[in-house]
């Protein structure tokens, strides 16, 4: 019989029997469980003792110890997992469409189908059954753990890393029941640094088992581990699992079709971890996107897989072979794996097939190119892949909310036709938060790899008038200095800088006679091919700019720029830069108040340069680790350069040793 550990509030009925006018529950007669009636060693009415079903409580009903005969729950009940439930040899444990099952906290918390034995989740899209914890923190509770009789690298009856459970056999069409459209969350207890539970823990489970629309959320460990068998698993959904997504080993050679793995928090391990022999697994549709970079695909010593249909978009690396595995084990869309691929392509999967999953995080990727003509608001749960130039167009605006992403993808095209560009006229708001900035980056990673965002607008510029850019063929320049081309906040550019020739290049952003209008402020630019940002005159301004590893120039300015730059920071960790700034053109200069440029590269390179009769207005400066602080390059005035309200009077002028901008206030782009 089913040993279930019952709430002490039980529901007593009461009735009047001539025929057992002993007290119910008190000795009166035999149970009978059918009469209405509680009687003899019955706890409730028909229910407890020696019948075969449980009591329920008004509290809900607890569960816990062993089940040893068919047993049916009640989705109209709500059961607490108060320890292990261990479904045994034999037993079909039957879960209804709706039931909701909430673990208490511990490694001892978790459902287990012993080998042999069978469950049979019922769930619908309508009516997903729901295993959940009552703390809803990541790591509450063991999952679900199923042990069936296929084949494994360990042989049989092995002995499973969690919970002593016995696995493993000859028979591959082995059956543990059916599964259909579950969702588990916070599971993945931690027993040690070797030993942890999973969302769905899969030990030898053969493919007579039925496994599909499930999803596994918010795990501490893996959302799926094969542990061998030959189990299949269709529509699968797999969202902030903290170590592998999907994880195999002990030579599974079974299939996923339909997988969606999402990941939009630091610190996660991969998409997908395989471990030992290549049992040669399938994987058909497999989509994952990553918000916050990390490894895709890592197989370990000799593993590998078919996989047809990937699309991979955020990761920074796309397959690892982590122990010099043979790359020809990973068959990816018909070729070896390359590791230098991003895999970057549309969503194999439609995340619409997950929308049963209420608390699904909706995340897509849709490509972005083209023109833009109406005012335009992008969405921060879609990740957007920019796999052309798009171009804002006069009058339209472009507005971006905070926590946007998007990652530009050259692979299919030149990296100097993939930038984004606000033509004169037109507008764009960049909404970031320090929280949740909105990131500009690439697929690649690499500097050079786009070519940034250009914004062009309608103030002065020495070459006047609908001027001819350097880029893009952009026409920019007029009248009106105080010409507004939009708002941007809490923006990061990465790996920018697209080189046209030596003449021509992108920069990170590239500021083309914009207008004091606007509101520029908060802005990192990284790992540049080019400059981090340049000033082609105009009257803008920007405040709170930081600046790393931009292998060219951090700022540049030309044609005239008279505006302001205030809260700067310049890194230069890298060697082979050119400076932290670089000014050209006429004597009229900006002002430049809180500039702080160190250099830990070896040598320590040039940190501001001043071309023809340039010059600046700069206030409370630091200066470290350059071998040249000043080189006018063309023998300009060096009184052009006043700093502190004095003109310089030497190139060697010590007066660049000023109060530094604190660093921290750019944590949020680096988080360091």
């Known amino acids: ?43 409730g009415i028909d229910c407890g003792g020696s019948c075969p079903n449980a009591c329920e409580s008004e509290e809900g009903t607890d569960l816990t110890g062993s089940i040893t005969e068919d047993r049916t729950l009640d989705a109209s009940v709500s059961y607490v997992l ?16 709706g039931t909701t099952i909430t673990s208490e906290t511990g490694t001892d918390k978790y ?71 579950l969702i588990i969350d916070y599971a993945g207890a931690q027993i040690n640094s070797e030993s942890q539970y ?29 542990f061998g068998g030959t189990v299949s698993v269709t529509n699968l959904y797999l969202e902030n699992n903290e170590d592998d997504a999907v994880d195999w080993t002990e030579g599974w050679n079974g299939t996923v079709v339909n997988t969606y793995v999402l990941h939009t928090i630091e610190g996660f391990s991969t998409a997908v971890e395989a471990d030992g022999i290549n049992g040669n697994p399938t994987l058909t549709n497999f989509t994952a996107v990553s ?52 895999y970057l392509a549309p969503p194999t999967v439609d995340i619409d097939l997950f929308s049963w999953v209420e608390n699904a995080s909706e995340v897509e990727t849709i490509a972005l190119s083209g023109t833009i003509t109406t005012d335009t608001s992008l969405d921060a749960n879609t990740i957007y892949l920019l796999d052309g130039n798009l171009s804002v167009e006069a009058p339209a605006k472009l507005t971006i909310p905070a926590g946007t992403l998007i990652i530009a993808d050259a692979a299919g095209t030149e990296a100097t036709e993939t930038y984004i560009v606000v033509k004169k006229g037109a507008q764009i708001d960049i909404l970031g938060t320090e929280s949740d900035p909105v990131t500009m980056t690439s697929t690649g990673q690499n500097p050079g790899d786009w070519g940034g965002l250009v914004i062009l607008g309608d103030a002065t510029t020495t070459e006047g008038v609908d001027a001819i850019a350097e880029i ?34 992108f920069n990170g952003l590239s500021l083309y006679a914009v207008g004091s209008g606007t509101t520029i402020e908060n802005v990192g630019i990284l790992n540049g091919t080019d400059d981090g940002v340049e000033f082609f005159g105009g009257t803008v301004n920007a405040s709170n700019i930081y600046l790393e590893n931009n292998e060219d120039d951090a700022v540049d300015w030309t044609e005239g720029w008279n505006g302001t730059l205030v809260d700067t920071y310049v890194s230069h960790t890298l060697a082979g830069f050119s400076t932290a700034v670089e000014a050209d053109g006429i004597t009229a200069g900006p002002t430049i108040t809180n500039f702080t440029a160190i250099s830990t590269a070896d040598p320590g390179g040039t940190a501001l340069q001043f ?3 340039t010059g600046a207005t700069m206030t409370n400066v630091l200066l470290t680790g350059y071998v040249v602080n000043v080189d006018m390059r063309d023998a300009g005035d060096v009184a052009n350069v006043v700093v502190d309200g004095t003109p310089l009077t030497s190139v060697d002028d010590d007066v660049f040793n000023g109060t ?13």
């Open 198 to 226: 999973n969302g769905l823990s899969l030990y030898a489970v053969g493919s007579g088992t039925s496994i599909e629309n499930v999803a596994i959320l918010n795990g501490t460990d893996d959302g799926v581990e094969f």
């Open 611 to 613: 071309k023809k009769e």
């Open 472 to 505: 893009g063929g952009f026409v920019y320049g007029g009248t009106n200095d105080a010409d507004n081309s939009g708002t941007i906040n809490y923006l990061i550019i990465n790996y920018a800088g697209a080189q046209i020739n030596s003449e021509s290049q």
């Open 82 to 97: 108060t320890g292990t439930l261990s479904v045994e040899s034999g037993v079909t444990l039957t879960i209804p469409a």
């Open 111 to 181: 459902i287990v189908v012993q080998k042999g034995g069978s469950i049979d989740i019922q769930g619908t899209a309508a009516q997903p059954v729901l295993m959940t914890s009552a703390g809803q923190n990541p790591g509450d509770w063991g999952g679900l753990v199923i042990a069936g009789d296929a084949t494994t690298t360990e042989g049989i009856d092995a002995i499973a890393e969690v919970g002593g459970i016995i696995y493993g056999g000859t028979t591959d069409t082995d059956s543990s029941g059916s599964i259909n459209y």
């Open 660 to 672: 530094p901008v604190d660093i921290t206030m750019f944590s949020w782009i680096t988080g360091d």
């Open 1 to 43: 019989m089913m040993i279930m550990a019952i709430t002490t509030l039980t529901i007593i009925g009461c009735s009047s029997d001539d025929n057992n006018p002993d007290p119910p529950g008190e000795g009166g007669g035999e149970a009978t469980c059918t009469d209405g009636i509680q009687n003899g060693d019955e706890e």
């Open 291 to 342: 918000t916050e970079n990390g490894t895709a695909l890592q197989f370990k010593k000799e593993s590998g897989a078919t996989i047809t249909g990937l699309s991979l978009t955020g990761y920074v690396v796309s397959v690892d072979m982590r122990d010099n595995g043979a790359l020809a084990n990973v068959q990816i869309d018909g070729a070896t794996a390359d590791p230098n691929l991003t």
